[in-house]
């Protein structure tokens, strides 16, 4: 690891501001991707600016028909949240199945979504149920926001605050872990609202997508059966020592499958 300088602001404002003036500084916050990064020299920032003491950035709301969920709150929080598991059960379920137990109390919901990993897992819920990234600056609707590999509509100096999810009549969330890793080989996150279903997709491409076909079928039947014989294309998806495209392909459609069963269940 190289040497950095080290700040712990106290106000967003005063972390925006820091961000914009040392060249080359990045926040941290639960520090569970960007510590490693550093200790294997992958990244080697001139300063960190320390999210922990901002007391504002953490907690939920419940908001009668959405939740906001604040940027610093750890996994752990939002996987044993009450609110949570009783409006957005398919959400906790996410939450509870990151990483391990170490990661779960440190990793923070706005440090999974600025890092876009493409084998998270929020990013399928975020996606999936259509939220909106709230910033320093802006408010950001989730199909706007995932741009591709590590890549968001982030701009520098702009800060994640919250993210607010509305309330869908039923979500559901399953995935294929990578046995090692513990991240998504795929993972699938269906949400059905009044006018419509959202299905997304992480772990088989270079980011977060989304299904048409299969929201489709879902709309006019929800149900398992309905997205059985829908095939994805292997055009951009990712084949690695982990996995060949055809076989990510071919477990969107099974995790699909489960999670509408979980969704119904
Ligand atoms: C062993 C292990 C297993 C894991 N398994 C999984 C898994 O199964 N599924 C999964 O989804 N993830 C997994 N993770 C990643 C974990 O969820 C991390 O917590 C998450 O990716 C990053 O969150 P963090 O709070 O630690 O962010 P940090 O590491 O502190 O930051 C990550 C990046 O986001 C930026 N950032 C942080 N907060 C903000 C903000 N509020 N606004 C703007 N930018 C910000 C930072 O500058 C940095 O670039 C795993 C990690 C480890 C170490």
Redesign the pocket.
Known sequence: MKPFAYHQPDGIPDAAKLLISIEDS???????????TLKQRLASPAALVD?SKLGSLKGLADGGTTITIG?MTP?AVVAASKLVQTKIPGLAALASM???PA?RS???I???V??N?PA???PAGVLGLGATIITSKREIAADKFFLGLFETA?EPGE??TAIRFPMPLKAGYAKFKAPA????LVGVFVAKFADGVRVAVTGAGPGVFRVPPMESALSENFDPSAIAAIKINTDGLTSDIHAEADYRAHLVTVMAKRAVDAALS
């Open positions: 990045k926040l941290v916050a639960g520090g569970m991707t960007l510590i490693p999210l940027a996994h990151i990483g391990d990661v440190r990793g923070t706005g440090g999974s600025a890092n990993d998270a897992d929020y982030l800060i994640i890793s513990r991240y998504a």
